[in-house]
């Protein structure tokens, strides 16, 4: 497959995965949303890495 194939993949995954909670639990995406925004911005940064470390980590495991 064309390596855009791919990457136009991926985004569109992200999308439907970002998309999951606040269609299944408006309430819930809100409450979270509300308490990320009082973290700093030093925590915000190292959740953003620990989630990029993480998918980095599966997509090697799974792509061999």
Same mark, same amino acid.
């Given at each position: 497959?064309? +390596?855009a194939t791919v990457v136009f993949?991926?985004?569109?995954? %992200?999308?439907i995965?970002?998309?999951?909670l606040p269609l299944i639990?408006? +309430?819930k995406y809100r409450q979270m949303v509300a308490e990320i925004s009082q973290?700093?911005?030093t925590q915000i940064r190292n959740i953003g890495l620990a989630v990029m470390i993480?998918? %980095?980590v599966?997509?090697?495991l799974v792509r061999g």
């Open positions: 497959k064309p +390596r993949t991926a985004v569109a995954l %992200v999308h995965i970002e998309g999951m639990s408006p +309430r973290l700093g911005d993480i998918g %980095v599966v997509m090697f």
